[in-house]
Structure formats: structure tokens, C-alpha cells
């Protein structure tokens, strides 16, 4: 069983960073791209960013210039560095690994519990 756990979120003034981790636990045989999401209370999951395996990486309109995807591929983990942040920017981001366990040959979306980011201005 394949699980994510994200970590690093926080309160954070304005103009201010925080880095967001994301680990994978369980037993992965591949990973074709990784992804932040965040959600605000009744609104739908946005996409922010993403990274392939093949190290391409995308960025949302609203975070681009602010935010840097990183993953380490041997450890299956996943990185956010977010710099300059809004009020905008509170949300609770979630990592999401399109994946394909050891013991199943489906490729799964699988998904973390999220982090609170909570920026002030």
C-alpha cells in the first residue's frame, strides 16, 4: 500500500517561504509525474505544479516565478519550495503521485492528507 505524507506547511507572514515535503512510503515500481495541488474551503483542488519523470516541470499562472517543484527520484520524495507568499497563497496543498505499485500493475493517483499553508499579511 502505497502512502503519502506531506510536511512543512505552516503560518507564514507575507513575503515570507516555506518548503513543502512530500514522502512516499510502501513499495513504488514507478512514478510517471508528481504534483502539487491546494484546496481552499469551498473551492475546487487546483493544480500548482508538476514534475515528470523525466524532470519537465509546469507551473501554475498563479505560482509561477514563486515556486520551485524538486523531487529526489531515488527516494521517491517531492519538494515545494514556495518564496514570496501571498495572503493568496493559504490553502491546504496536497501532493499527488501518478504511481504504479509493486504489487499492482494499475497506475493509481495517490494522494496525501495535505498541509495547512496559512500566509498573513
Known amino acids: 500500500q502505497v502512502q503519502l505524507v506531506e510536511s512543512g506547511g505552516g503560518l507564514v507572514q507575507a513575503g515570507g517561504s516555506l518548503r513543502l515535503s512530500c514522502a512516499a512510503s510502501?513499495?513504488?515500481?514507478?512514478?510517471?509525474?508528481m504534483r502539487w495541488y491546494r484546496q481552499t474551503p469551498g473551492r475546487a483542488r487546483d493544480w500548482v505544479a508538476i514534475i515528470t519523470s523525466g524532470g519537465t516541470y509546469v507551473y501554475s499562472d498563479a505560482v509561477k516565478g514563486r515556486v520551485t517543484i524538486s523531487r529526489d527520484a531515488t527516494k521517491n520524495t517531492l519538494d515545494l519550495q514556495m518564496d514570496s507568499l501571498k495572503p493568496e497563497d493559504t490553502a491546504r496543498y496536497y501532493c499527488?503521485?501518478?504511481?504504479?505499485?509493486?504489487?499492482?500493475?494499475?497506475?493509481?493517483?495517490?494522494w496525501g492528507q495535505g498541509t495547512q499553508v496559512t500566509v498573513s499579511s
Open positions: 510502501g513499495s513504488i515500481a514507478s512514478i510517471d509525474a
Open positions: 499527488n503521485f501518478h504511481a504504479q505499485s509493486s504489487s499492482d500493475s494499475d497506475w493509481v493517483n495517490y
